[in-house]
T-cell receptor
Framework: GQSLEQPSEVTAVEGAIVQINCTYQ??????LSWYQQHDGGAPTFLSY????GLEETGRFSSFLSRSDSYGYLLLQELQMKDSASYFC???????????FGQGTELSVKP | SQTIHQWPATLVQPVGSPLSLECTVE??????LYWYRQAAGRGLQLLFY??????ISSEVPQNLSASRPQDRQFILSSKKLLLSDSGFYLC?????????????FGEGSRLTVL
């Protein structure tokens, strides 16, 4: 089976940097994804790591270490609009299905 | 461009009543299709996924069922709703094989069972 662990909540101030960690256990692994979900909305895709290392997309970066079964999402220059829930997800062998973690609620304070 | 439509957006149903949520995808062929449920303040639980017409995999045994009568149509059903079926239901699609791991979600259907 698969399981993912991430902190339930994180608080940071505007302009700061925050890192959201994710550890996973899977029977097969094809990549780690990150999604953002604002209250009442649908999740939207942020990033995907299939190989070890850092992927950067604007203010957001995502890191993967397959040997450690670990990844993180790094958010820089935090803005109030970044307040949302962030989910890590792993893709396994079965038709590309994604299994999600329980999510980290990020609160950005002024 | 690809779009995904999901309806109804909101519904309130009594315990024991039937349920039908529909989802259609436009602008792509042979997508993988998914139904997720999200309880308040919780993560996304994968309920069903489909890699083709008539091919449905169930992830969680429960009183829900799914069908894929056409390539780009995915339906979630129940014959008799339970209180525990309340939640936010999300339909999603991805390229066949999952590609980059990107799922495209519909706007969701918020179900309240009373």
């Amino acid at each position: 089976g698969q399981s993912l662990e991430q902190p339930s909540e994180v608080t940071a101030v505007e302009g700061a940097i925050v890192q959201i960690n994710c550890t996973y256990q899977t029977s097969g692994f094809y990549g780690l994804s990150w999604y953002q979900q604002h209250d009442g909305g649908a999740p939207t895709f942020l990033s995907y790591n299939a190989l070890d290392g850092l992927e950067e997309t604007g203010r957001f970066s995502s890191f993967l270490s397959r040997s450690d079964s670990y990844g993180y999402l790094l958010l820089q220059e935090l803005q109030m609009k970044d307040s949302a829930s962030y989910f890590c997800a792993v893709r396994d062998r079965g038709g590309g299905k994604l299994i999600f973690g329980q999510g980290t609620e990020l609160s950005v304070k002024p | 461009s690809q779009t995904i439509h999901q309806w109804p957006a909101t519904l309130v149903q009594p315990v024991g009543s039937p349920l039908s949520l529909e989802c259609t995808v436009e602008g792509t062929s042979n997508p993988n299709l998914y139904w997720y449920r999200q309880a308040a303040g919780r993560g996304l639980q994968l309920l069903f996924y489909s890699v083709g017409i008539g091919q449905i995999s169930s992830e969680v045994p429960q009183n829900l069922s799914a069908s894929r009568p056409q390539d780009r149509q995915f339906i979630l059903s129940s014959k008799k709703l339970l209180l525990s079926d309340s939640g936010f239901y999300l339909c999603a699609w991805s390229d066949l094989g999952g590609g980059t791991g990107e799922l495209f979600f519909g706007e969701g259907s918020r179900l309240t069972v009373l």
